[in-house]
């Protein structure tokens, strides 16, 4: 008999036709309220696929009495209850390094974005200000001081492209890493007021919600530059806005926010904003291996070997 799959949200349309063909699959939309789902396939599901930014959250878990495991399509598994499946020994996967190079470049295209003004330009150009005045100056990419939040797979692959263009490193996470030839920062605000460049690239989470605050935003400062392609949770939105609008932080190229897919409203007539719809990993070939990996993690569980990719 073919095991029985939930799956929250919306998913990728070739990871939902092969969960229909390997599995008995059902569909749930609201992560928050189980009530759509009914009694008998509660009873009945081993498995729990979701999107990153859906989740797997306590009351939908706690009606699936036979839950094997919850395989997650992102890195980033915030939004999943992981200490509630832990303690009920229901194993957890998420999408690492197959997203990473894509991420990197997308905090990259944010950075250059912003600091050449590209969005900007291509708006003189198709509005014909050109034919009026040249367009004010940007700002170099190269040789600046970039500070990363996060020295993990998708950090260190930012470092990797900020080499060439002649940026300084530094980083910030709980941990130092000696092998690591940058400089480390055990605080967000001294690192921020130390470089040019502050680009989040750490994980979502109670550990993370609000690091970056009125404080580290006003020591990066009125020419400083904030790339976020981690989650919109790491940044205090509001000081955000207030530092962009008051002209305290210099500009910002960002791919998440903290209520998604919604936008605050004061961003989308700000010039020195670059604004993307969590993106990152959003290319053709990544977001299939994220499907094959999710798939792959499942068919391990069902064969009885071990994950891939546990969390
Ligand atoms: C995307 O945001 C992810 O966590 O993979």
């Known amino acids: 008999m073919k095991p029985e799959v939930l799956l929250v949200g919306t998913m990728l349309p070739m990871v939902v036709s092969e969960l229909e063909s390997t599995y008995v699959l059902h569909h749930h939309e609201d992560p928050d309220d189980p009530s759509g789902l009914p009694e008998d396939v509660r009873g009945r599901v081993r498995a729990l696929v979701t999107y990153g930014a859906v989740g797997a959250r306590r009351p939908v878990l706690e009606v699936l009495p036979k839950l094997e495991i919850v395989a997650c399509f992102a890195v980033g598994t915030d939004a999943v209850d992981v200490v509630h499946c832990r303690g009920r020994g229901i194993p957890v996967t998420n999408t690492p390094d ?9 905090a990259l295209a944010l950075l250059l974005a912003v600091q050449r003004r590209i969005v900007a330009g291509d708006t003189y150009v198709r509005q014909g200000r050109w034919l009026e005045a ?3 100056l940007s700002r170099r990419m190269g040789k600046h001081r970039a500070g990363i939040f996060g020295m993990g797979r998708i950090g260190q692959a930012v470092a990797r492209r900020l080499l060439p263009f002649g940026c300084e ?3 910030c996470g ?5 092998e690591l030839p940058y400089t480390y920062h055990r605080d967000l605000a001294a690192m ?3 470089v040019d460049f502050l680009i989040l690239t750490c994980p979502g989470g109670a550990a993370t919600r609000h690091a970056v605050d009125r404080r580290v935003l006003d020591a990066l400062g009125p020419r400083g530059t904030l790339i ?6 790491v940044v205090d939105e509001a000081a955000l806005v207030a530092a962009l609008t008051e002209g305290r932080l210099g500009q910002a190229g960002l791919d998440v926010f903290a209520d998604e897919p919604r936008v605050p409203e004061a961003l989308l007539g700000l010039e020195n904003v670059v604004l993307q719809p969590h993106a990152g990993s959003g290319t053709e070939e990544t977001r299939e291996a994220m499907g094959r990996l999710v ?3 499942l ?3 069902f064969a009885g070997r071990p994950l891939l990719t546990p969390v």
């Open 299 to 301: 068919a391990a569980h």
């Open 134 to 136: 040249n367009m004010p």
């Open 98 to 106: 197959v997203l990473t190079e894509c991420v990197a470049d997308m």
């Open 192 to 194: 921020a007021a130390a």
């Open 228 to 233: 976020n392609v981690s989650r919109g949770s």
């Open 295 to 297: 798939l792959d993690n």
């Open 169 to 171: 490193v530094h980083y």
């Open 174 to 178: 709980p941990n130092a890493k000696p």
